[in-house]
């Protein structure tokens, strides 16, 4: 389910952005209503609202979701303030790319890798297994934010199409991948019982 909150934001930026612009008047102030600078305005808005009403009910959110919310009001502050989208399409980069140094950081800082303290209270797992692991999670996010900035700069017509299935596409294949490799791995761990 909170896997899905997360998602609100990007479902309605997608559904604004997808209509055909149209003014809209509000308490005297008249917007338009589709299009990119609309949708980035719902974005933003629908972040604050959802990421607030879990900071508020959870009492915190967790770093990717701060490096989220923090990247949506920054890329989508400049979209607004600069009237260009270039900014929005560089948030997707710039987040998947950040995950991957966080992910990489997690070699050299701390006793356990990043994967490993994400997943080791659900999963045991050789330290090799978790290694491999965290790689995997460092070329996955690289390679995601190589695809969404090519996607972006390349294909202008698809880009939000890309930016919310491509991607969502790519991370369930990922997952997918990641859960057959982990299968493989976890009978490792089943201890066998002794005949008698």
Same mark, same amino acid.
């Given at each position: =389910?909170?896997?899905? @909150?997360?998602?609100?934001?990007? /479902?309605?930026? *997608?559904? !604004?952005?997808?209509?055909?612009?149209?003014?809209?008047? /509000? +308490?005297?102030?008249?917007?338009?209503?589709?299009?990119? *600078?609309? #949708?980035? #305005?719902?974005? @933003?808005? &629908?972040?604050?609202?959802?990421? $607030? +009403?879990?900071?508020? %009910?959870?009492?915190?959110?967790?770093?990717?979701?701060?490096?989220? %919310?923090?990247?949506?009001?920054?890329? $989508?502050?400049?979209?607004?303030?600069?009237h260009s989208e270039t900014f929005l399409k560089w948030k997707a980069p710039v !987040?998947?790319?950040?995950?991957?140094? +966080?992910?990489?950081?997690?070699?050299?800082?701390?006793?356990?890798? %990043? @994967?490993?303290?994400? =997943?080791?209270?659900?999963?045991?797992?050789?330290?090799? /297994?978790?290694?491999?692991?965290?790689? +995997?999670?460092?070329?996955?996010? /690289?390679? &995601?934010?190589? #695809?969404?900035? *090519?996607? #972006? *700069?390349?294909?202008?017509?698809?880009?939000?199409?890309?930016?919310?299935? $491509?991607?969502?596409? =790519?991370?369930?294949?990922?997952? !997918?991948?990641? $859960?057959?490799? %982990?299968?493989?791995?976890?009978?490792?761990?089943?201890?066998?019982?002794?005949?008698?």
């Amino acid at each position: =389910m909170k896997q899905f @909150i997360d998602f609100i934001p990007l /479902i309605l930026f *997608f559904i !604004v952005y997808k209509l055909d612009p149209r003014p809209l008047s /509000i +308490a005297g102030h008249s917007f338009e209503l589709g299009g990119i *600078f609309s #949708a980035t #305005a719902v974005l @933003i808005i &629908s972040s604050v609202l959802v990421y $607030g +009403a879990m900071l508020v %009910l959870q009492r915190k959110l967790e770093k990717g979701q701060w490096l989220t %919310l923090i990247a949506c009001l920054l890329f $989508g502050g400049m979209t607004l303030a600069f009237h260009s989208e270039t900014f929005l399409k560089w948030k997707a980069p710039v !987040v998947n790319w950040l995950f991957a140094l +966080a992910f990489a950081g997690s070699h050299f800082i701390g006793d356990k890798v %990043l @994967i490993q303290r994400v =997943m080791g209270h659900a999963v045991s797992l050789p330290q090799q /297994i978790w290694t491999r692991l965290n790689i +995997a999670w460092i070329v996955f996010f /690289i390679f &995601s934010g190589c #695809a969404n900035l *090519f996607v #972006a *700069f390349t294909f202008h017509d698809i880009w939000v199409d890309f930016k919310v299935f $491509g991607s969502l596409g =790519m991370t369930v294949l990922f997952l !997918v991948a990641q $859960g057959v490799y %982990l299968a493989r791995h976890m009978h490792d761990d089943v201890p066998q019982q002794s005949k008698e």
